[in-house]
């Protein structure tokens, strides 16, 4: 294999302009090959070679202006993409030590990355402090993961007053979840005005709550174009609300084929109610193997009407051991027929202690047929 051949361009690149940097703090060429290629792992002749390869000026008489200080987060993040997360942390935690705030923000995602979260939230606290946007984004997250939501809503607002996107979808997603339904709309609005797509599904789905119906599937349209599956599922249920029957199994299809489970389901319910049943048993599998346990019921159901009583039993008995009421019904009725009667009034007391009002009167039923 010729020599680099292994490494990316965009790897080769930096590694030349990191020679260059490195010139007049080493002393020479030599030296700043050597010193970048320990840094990089990198053979040093593999790395002179493409500084040859280059064209670039090295000589010690060069007149061109003196080279920008080395980026030591881009130096950082060359070493994390070589996969050398040790030598990464080292160079950026040399650097977050003298206040580089980038370098100490990608040291919290390192550590993060370790499950050292209380050594990475002081780095990312003390990022933050100094006013790197992205420290505070990342911090705000590890607060939310912490249950501490008030914290995380002062750092996202103070960036998303500033300008950042990503913060005021965040703010705006914690808000919704807060119930603070004004000020959500507010956030999520000006970061779907700019293109965010996170914020576009989400405004969708806050407008879709608030009764807004037209614009929450404009925004959902939005959304779902840019490739989000969650919201070509709402865009679907929104246009099945509509009657648009036609255009809403477009997007549930969309979605479920591209592994959207619960879209799956909805395009299980949308083909049933059109008579397709055999489509509406693959979508609803499709789902029902992915663990949702409503799709396993309604698979179950129509397994039964198609006469496979093994499958149906089966897919009965794994929504009810999940909790679906009907479920455990509609085993009970099966387990019944079969002439299983005690395991039958088992699931039918099940249902009925869930609130099944037919299990419970069924139940009474064959509980007062063995007493008499």
């Known amino acids: 294999m010729p020599a680099g051949q292994e490494y990316s361009d965009q790897f080769r690149q930096q590694a030349v302009r990191m020679v260059l940097d490195e010139r007049p703090q080493a002393g020479g060429r030599l030296e700043a090959i050597k010193r970048v290629a320990d840094q990089l792992n990198v053979a040093p002749q593999t790395l002179q070679q493409w500084v040859d390869q280059s064209g670039a000026e090295t000589s010690e008489s060069s007149d061109a202006a003196p080279p920008a200080e080395p980026d030591t987060y881009k130096q950082g993040l060359l070493l994390v993409r070589r996969g050398d997360f040790e030598t990464a942390e080292m160079l950026w935690r040399t650097a977050a030590q003298t206040g580089n705030t980038d370098a100490a923000t990608g040291l919290g995602r390192l550590l993060v990355q370790r499950g050292e979260l209380d050594e990475a939230e002081t780095w990312w606290r003390k990022a933050a402090k100094m006013g790197n946007t992205d420290a505070a984004n990342y911090l705000g997250l590890l607060l939310v993961q912490r249950g501490e939501l008030d914290e995380a809503q002062a750092w996202w607002r103070s960036t998303a007053e500033a300008g950042d996107i990503a ?48 614009e929450a599937t404009r925004w959902s349209r939005t959304a779902a174009e840019a490739g989000n599956t969650d919201a070509a599922n709402n865009l679907g249920l929104a246009l099945e609300q509509r009657g648009q029957l036609d255009e809403a199994e477009t997007w549930y299809r969309t979605a479920a084929n591209a592994g959207n489970t619960t879209a799956a389901y909805n395009l299980g319910l949308l083909l049933k109610q059109r008579g397709d049943l055999d489509e509406a048993v693959t979508w609803y ?74 299990a419970a009167n069924t139940l009474r039923l064959l509980l007062d047929q063995e007493q008499t």
């Open 285 to 358: 599998r499709t789902a029902a193997n992915a663990g949702k346990i409503n799709a396993a019921n309604n698979l179950g159901v129509l397994l039964e009407q198609r006469g496979e009583h093994d499958d149906a039993l089966t897919w009965y008995r794994t929504a009810a051991n999940a909790g679906n009421i009907n479920a455990a019904y509609n085993l009970g009725v099966l387990l019944a027929r079969d002439g299983r009667l005690e395991e039958a009034l088992i699931w039918y007391r099940t249902a009925a202690d869930a609130g099944h009002t037919t």
């Open 167 to 214: 913060a005021a979808t965040m703010l705006g997603v914690l808000l919704m979840q807060g119930g603070e339904h004004d000020e959500a709309q507010t956030w999520l609005r000006s970061a779907a005005d700019a293109g965010n797509i996170l914020a576009a599904f989400n405004l969708g789905v806050l407008l879709k709550r608030r009764g807004e119906l037209d």
